[in-house]
Structures are given as structure tokens and as C-alpha cells.
């Protein structure tokens, strides 16, 4: 199944609480409370904007985009209208700037968001949290109580969590955590096309980047000797002037090594999905069937009393195929070996994790075989 109901540590009863505060929610008749966030757990052009928006046209939500992100770092008020999409993002449109609900949240100085450290924004893959870790928990709470107090439902879209999925799990264990999916080909196209097109090589530069800053991780070197990834030399002073390098190591980046690299990260964060996330949100299936859309509204509104419209969903999967003529570069040929490594990898990490009988390994292959479909138009 690719809507995957890994752990329901909610009740499943559906009562009529929208006459209640979001900081007193829960289900009538049961001992279970509903959710007191959502935490949305996605991965750069996986399509994760689009399902934060259909949270964010609801009213009992306080949907708060990126919070890891390091633009709220140095974020004023001044900024927050121009910071909208453009055409080249693909994201939809949206009827407020992405960041709109942090104006309360800016500092007393004038800019940068409450509690926030730029080091929040490099995903992480230690077993155990970090030392920032206390501080990112904090600030996150801040953000969810604060939310609660207006009466609203906090919804977080990341894209820098996957790594510390089960950190945040055991950090926040009365939100709901979902994990989007979509096969890794098509979401790996989506930021070739970007630097090929737009010459915008971000989403080609970010695996490197995180990958590299955490190669000290046990878990990370042995995906990136695994996978046999290029990175750049990590000799500089600062996250910021390796970011810096990987961005133009990515303009002219030979492209099985960039797919590599996109690779051995999507592996380690599909790792971490057993013991991170209470659903999954399959991106490849959500567009191509609207019984499947209904079922996941169904499974928030249980969870948390809120009822986002996936209807209308775009076929993502058709689309990137679609545009498997523009792709250059790639020889669609030479994929298949990497996502056979990907599999492997990511299957052996979570071999024997929780319960093996999740259906996640089931859910890996499905990604990896529908990444070949799409990789074998490449030329």
C-alpha cells in the first residue's frame, strides 16, 4: 500500500470538535487526544509546497512554511510580501507570501524569527539528537504553543527534517508526522530541469551540501562510499562558504554524480521513515486517484479534525514522463544500477527496525521501480 498507516498513536473516532480550542482538542468518548500539530516531513521538488497549501486554506490552521529554513534567520517584516513564488518554482499559486504567518514571531530587534539558529537549517543524521537539539525543540514549541493560543492547529512544512525524523517523533509525540514521497527519478528531475533551464542549480547543489557537512556520520560515509559520491573538499570555515562551493560545484556537476548524490540522500531519508512517521503521503498515486485523496483527508480529519482537499492534485508521475524529452545530460541507461543501490541500501537500514511488517520496504521498491520507468526515457 503506498498510503501507509505506520503507527496510530491517535484515536481513530471522528467527533465534533470544531467549536473547540486547538489547545484543548480531542476525541469524545475516548482517552486519546487529537493532534496538536502536523508536521509535514518532505524533501526538496517533492511536491511538498502544494500539500502544505491545501493545509493552509483552512481556517483552524496556523500553516507555517520552512521553519527550518535560513532565510528566517536574518527574515523583517518589510520582506515577508516579496517573498513569493515565481515562475520557475512550479510551486502553486498562493494567496499570501510563504512566509506571512511568522509576522508575530519577528524579533523585537526587527528581523529574524524568535528562537531560530541558523545551524537549524542542515539536516541531521546522528542516532542520537544533537546539541542543538534542545534549542531546535524549543523553538519549535514556541512556535506550536504560540499557534494553539490563537486557537489555531499548527501545520510545518520542512524540507531539512528527514534526517532527525525520530528525534522530532520522540520530541513531539502528540503531533502527527507525514512523510511526503514521490519516486526519487522524478523528483530528482525537477531540480535537474531548474539548473538546466533556469540556471537556479540549488536543488542539484543540496544533496552535496548535506551530505558533505555530515559525512563525520557513520551512516553517511558508508552511503556515500556506498553509492561512490563525488563531494566537494570539506576545507572551508563555515556551513555558508560550503554551501557556497556546492552551489558551483553543482553548475557544471557530471550528472551520474549528481544523481548519485540525490540518490544517497533520498536513501538515508527513506531510512528513517519506520521510526519517524505515523503516515505517508505517496505523491506519485495522489494525482492519479481521487478514492486515494479522499482516504488521506480521511486519515487527517481522524487524527487531527482537520480536513485538507487533496482533490485536484496534479499526475505527477505522467508529467515528469512527459517531460523526459527536455532532460539532457543523463543517460537514462546507466540509472538503473543506482536505484538498485538505493534499495539495498535503504532496505538494510531498516531491516528489522520497529516492525518489519510496515509495508515500507514494499513502498521503497514501488519509488525505485517507478524511478526506473521514468529514468529509462533519459538520453
Known amino acids: 500500500m503506498t498510503l501507509l498507516e505506520i503507527t496510530s498513536r491517535h484515536g481513530d473516532g471522528v467527533a465534533d470538535t470544531s467549536k473547540c480550542p486547538a489547545s484543548d482538542r480531542y476525541v469524545a468518548g475516548q482517552e486519546k487526544e487529537l493532534a496538536q500539530a502536523i508536521f ?16 493552509r486554506a483552512l481556517e483552524p490552521v496556523n500553516a507555517l512554511y520552512e521553519p527550518l529554513g535560513n532565510l528566517l534567520g536574518e527574515l523583517r517584516v518589510a520582506e515577508i510580501p516579496n517573498i513569493r513564488s515565481t515562475s520557475d518554482s512550479g510551486h502553486p499559486p498562493l494567496g499570501k507570501p510563504y512566509y506571512e504567518e511568522y509576522r508575530s514571531f519577528i524579533q523585537e530587534c526587527g528581523y529574524g524569527v524568535v528562537g531560530y539558529r541558523k545551524r537549524f537549517s542542515i539536516d541531521r543524521f546522528g542516532n542520537t539528537p544533537d546539541d542543538e537539539f534542545p534549542a531546535l525543540r524549543t523553538y519549535l514549541k514556541n512556535l506550536q504553543d504560540q499557534s494553539t493560543g490563537l486557537g489555531k492547529l499548527p501545520v510545518f512544512k520542512f524540507c531539512r527534517s528527514a534526517g532527525r525524523l525520530p528525534w522530532l517523533r520522540s520530541a513531539f509525540p502528540h503531533a502527527v508526522h507525514a512523510v511526503v514521497l514521490r519516486n526519487p527519478a522524478a523528483q530528482f528531475a525537477s531540480g535537474w530541469l531548474l ?185
Open 40 to 55: 509535514l516531513h518532505t524533501g526538496w521538488r517533492s511536491a511538498g509546497t502544494w500539500v502544505w497549501s491545501r493545509f
Open 195 to 379: 539548473n538546466q533551464e533556469w540556471s537556479n542549480p540549488f536543488f542539484v547543489a543540496a544533496p552535496f551540501r548535506v551530505l558533505g557537512l555530515n559525512q563525520v556520520e557513520p551512516v553517511v560515509k558508508q552511503v556515500v562510499e556506498t553509492f561512490g559520491v563525488s563531494l566537494p573538499p570539506f576545507v572551508y570555515a563555515s556551513a555558508e562558504e560550503y554551501a557556497a562551493v556546492c552551489e558551483q560545484y553543482a553548475r557544471t556537476a557530471e550528472s551520474s554524480n549528481a544523481y548519485r548524490a540525490f540518490l544517497a540522500l533520498w536513501s538515508l531519508c527513506a531510512s528513517r521513515i519506520v521510526d519517524g512517521s505515523d503516515l505517508l503521503i505517496d505523491m506519485d498515486r495522489l494525482g492519479q486517484s481521487s478514492e486515494y485523496a479522499s482516504e488521506l483527508s480521511a486519515q487527517f480529519r481522524a487524527r487531527a479534525d482537520v480536513t485538507p482537499d487533496f482533490g485536484g492534485a496534479r499526475n505527477q508521475f505522467d508529467e515528469i514522463k512527459r517531460l523526459a524529452i527536455r532532460i539532457s545530460g543523463i543517460d537514462g541507461r546507466l540509472i538503473r544500477r543506482t536505484n538498485s543501490l538505493a534499495g539495498k541500501f535503504a532496505l538494510s537500514q531498516i531491516d528489522g527496525l520497529r516492525d518489519s511488517q510496515t509495508g515500507i520496504a514494499k513502498v521503497i521498491r514501488e519509488k525505485l521501480a517507478l524511478a526506473d520507468e521514468v529514468a529509462e526515457q533519459w538520453r
